[in-house]
């Protein structure tokens, strides 16, 4: 490694010497790295370390160094993360992929061990398990059992990958959420320790600071403590894996400065939905947001890490807070060694990266302000977790909302279909629910099961319902899933699992559950009810995601809260309600009890979790996550470091993406003729709707490919844990089934034309037949196209479907990077066009002269490649426009060439070996 700057030195720390590469010696050289973005040091610190001449160059540190606000830069930069952490939905998926690779780099004469992570890798298995039983107390042995029985061989083939690859560790299930405990267990803040204490090294140990990527887009959340790290796609995390590092432009860095303190009443749920509305609004797509002023000071790690997790929804890279005593506060609380905190405060220190309130402020290139104290209780939705609603707008925003809500059927009669009220028997009691009946309520996801606070206030808020006697409404399905069993540990501790779990709030699991769209069925009553009065009912949950299919294939409204609100919105039975004036039902003897009656306050929220979590609870959990049940460490697990795969198998399948790969790399055709739209969207596309993580309709086309393959409906799981058979994936791409595809304005859900034809059939088959007469396809959008969770099926499937193109007026960045990943061309069209300026149906055929694409490229031009096309309409006349190559960097570049990133990576590594001999 070269060291250009002279930063290579040494620091004692606890009586070793550790190397580190100073910051500091970039002021010998005339720049002021104390005045950049405390995210932008973390990258300057990586390049440093990693400059060999080549993949890091001089230049590139001078470029960051040189940082300054409000310049564009064209420079790429690298940037390779101490590890990569992963879920199982995204996780099997991902050692799929490394299986095949090892078979591909076999059949094309290379070495099948060098597949093989060179980063640490840990996999945490939360997003599986399913709420089929709720409002018990066998809920969670139930579900824990259906879970193994449908996911079982899922589960064998990670402990086959966990034995078969080094430096990949898997968390078994039931152990809590990827980003629960990436914050409460796995992150390091700064690299260079194990878990004894003791230096990872012998010598003069290297230490850094703690970086990542993950395979899901709220890997942000440990931005809160201090750590860098973002989402990816699975095929980008596996080139990292491999040693491959992530490229990308210096990112414009925007500065979020919070003064004051949250008033009492308001949680870290209320700020978060606010910031993310206040972002979104702003527009930070691809951008970093780092949060400054007097007020991070006033919040804990846990509020920290819940605004960082919603990162994704804002549309930021990420979203960090600065290392500072608070961070060293929540790192000796959770468990952390004294040597582990001891590291991170004087190597922080050391390199400037420590924040307090001496520290200078830093620049950036735009600047927000909110004051803390302007907050106020709130939810989002229907739709989207942008869409922020005052809670005492509740009822008003989901009556303007409902027309909209209403399915298309519906629509026709619209205003009957308002007025609609079903009748039917819970539990033997009749019962009548309209529009906006809540039938999920759910405290879930590690968004906020990771603060203590409002997981507290829940349970206070549960107690005192009860004290005065409420109870849930009967058609409201209860869950509670926490992403950590420090959770059950303090509620026990406290006593307030007794009364949640007297409301209904049971355990049903430690995952992702409702949040992912594993809410399971609704009883059979009230989905009844629903379908025969096309009923738009609604679903409360403290998730982050609440696009429309996610959470239940039945629910057409879905909000995202706090869970003391969810908690509220079960008592109350329905969302239309103000929660300031509309009691939520009557005490004993008659009285109407408000929210404010039974809201706990602040005090009392901190007394109880001071008295009820303590430091043992976060250590016995770090002993115990990995030993597993009784179920896991009984499952069957082959052998061998080539995969055997099974032909009979419906979860675990070769996957095809490299077969015909050559060593040699394929050229790009200067033209690409007579291309089809599959199909034609509006704005915020989600990667929900191109590929679905939730349940499989027995009709569709991954249905009925199951039930041939001897399934019954009853074991199809949801696609999420089929992502491991492409056979499953590609016939459930955009088969969300509340998408609208405009070539077939009636229709809702995964439906097209098979042009020039005005037949109605699916998106899939359509796919099909269009691969039969060799011709290829394209995508038209709006904005926002792929927004949502980093899921490389959304790019996996339309490659499977033969997707060459698609064109959009912006796109999310994860799903961007994922479409070059897979050799997908994503094209933006041009300021001022769109679908509906050009006067495009979706009908015409389309011609692109992709000759730019064919000439070799430097820094300079990267990301400003046009391309022309021309659409012919049936009639003979023809629309000419260009569009703008969203293909960033050179590196991407020489990703799309090869046919995507997998098949670099595997080129480059058969030519190392080829090389060697």
Known sequence: ?????????????????????????????????????????????????????????????????????????????????????????????????????????????????????????????????????????????????????????????????????????????????????????????????????????????????????????????????????????????????????????????????????????????????????????????????????????RLTVADRATIGNMSPEYGATCAIFPVDDKTLEYLRFTGRSAERVELVEQYMRAQGLF????????????????????????????????????????AEAFRRDLPGLLPPAAKQSENESIRAVATCRINGEEVSIGHGAVVIAAITSCTNTSNPAVMTAAGLLARNA??????????????????????????????????????????????????????????????????????????????????????????????????????????????????????????????????????????????????????????RNAREIYLGDEAWNSLSVPSGNRFAWQPDSTYIRQPTFFQGMTRAVPEIKPRLENARALAVFGDSITTDHISPAGSIRDDSPAGIYLKNHGVTPSDFNSYGSRRGNHEVMVRGTFANVRIRNRLVPEVEGGYTRHLPGDEVVSIYDAAIDYQREATPLLILAGKEYGSGSSRDWAAKGPFLQGIKVVIAESFERIHRSNLIGMGILPLEFMPGDSIASLNLTGEERFDFDLSPLCASTGEAEAGRREVKVCATRQVGDQVHFSAKVRIDTPLEMEYYRHGGILHYVLRQLCSEGRSES
Request: net charge negative; glycine share 10%.
């Open 1 to 297: 490694m070269k060291n250009s700057f002279d930063a290579r030195s040494t620091l004692r720390i606890g009586g070793v010497d550790y190397e580190i590469f100073q910051l500091a010696a970039l002021e010998n050289k005339g720049y002021e790295p104390s005045r950049l973005p405390y995210s932008l040091r973390i990258l300057l610190e990586n390049l440093l370390r990693r400059e060999d001449g080549s993949i890091v160059r001089a230049q590139d540190i001078e470029a960051l160094a040189g940082w300054r606000p409000g310049t564009d830069s064209s420079r790429e930069i690298t940037f390779l993360p101490s590890r990569i952490l992963m879920q199982d939905f995204t996780g099997v998926p991902a050692v799929v992929d490394l299986a095949a690779m090892r078979d591909a780099m076999a059949d094309l004469g290379g070495d099948p061990q060098k597949i093989n992570p060179v980063q640490p890798v840990e996999l945490v298995i939360d997003h599986s398990i399913q709420v089929d039983a709720f409002a018990s107390s066998d809920a969670y042995a139930i579900n824990q059992k259906f879970d193994y029985q449908r996911n079982g061989e899922r589960y064998a083939f990670l402990k086959w990958g966990q034995q078969a690859f080094g430096n990949f560790k898997v968390s078994p299930p039931n152990a809590g959420i990827c980003h629960q405990v990436n914050l409460e267990l796995l992150a390091r803040v700064v690299f260079g320790l194990k878990e004894d204490g003791t230096p990872q090294n012998d010598g003069n140990p290297q230490i850094y600071p703690d970086t990542l990527v993950g395979t899901d887009s709220h890997t942000p959340m440990v931005n809160g403590l201090g750590v860098l790290g973002w989402g990816v796609g699975g095929i980008e995390a596996e080139a990292a894996m491999l040693g491959q590092p992530v490229t990308m432009l210096i990112p414009k860095v925007v500065g979020f400065r919070l003064t004051g303190r949250l008033r009492p009443g308001v949680t870290a749920t209320d700020l978060v939905l606010t910031v993310t509305e206040k972002l979104r609004r702003h527009g930070v797509v691809g951008k970093f947001v780092e949060f400054f002023g007097p007020g991070i000071a």
């Open 355 to 394: 924040h307090d309130a001496q520290s200078p402020e830093p620049l950036f290139d735009e600047t927000l302000e909110l004051d803390l104290s302007t907050v106020a209780p709130s939810l989002a939705g229907p739709r989207r977790p942008q869409d922020h609603i005052a809670m005492t707008e509740a």
């Open 466 to 619: 009860v004290a005065k006697g409420l109870r849930c409404k009967p058609w409201v399905k209860t869950s509670l899933a926490p992403g950590s069993r420090v959770v059950t540990d303090y509620y026990r501790k406290s006593g307030l699992d007794e009364p949640l779990e007297k409301l209904g709030f049971h355990v049903v699991g430690y995952g992702c559950t409702t949040c992912i769209g594993n809410s399971g069925p609704l009883p059979e009553p009230v989905s009844r009810a629903i379908r025969e009065k096309d009923l738009v009912a609604a679903s409360v949950l403290s998730g982050n995601r609440n696009f429309e299919g996610r959470i239940n294939p039945e629910v057409r409204a879905n909000y995202l809260m706090s869970p003391p609100l969810v908690v509220a919105f079960a008592l109350a039975g329905r969302i239309d309600i103000n929660l300031e004036k509309e009691p939520l039902g009557e005490d004993d003897q008659g009285n109407p009890v408000y929210l404010r009656d039974i809201w706990p306050s602040d005090e009392e929220i901190t007394q109880v979790v001071a008295a009820s979590i303590d430091t043992e609870m976060y250590r």
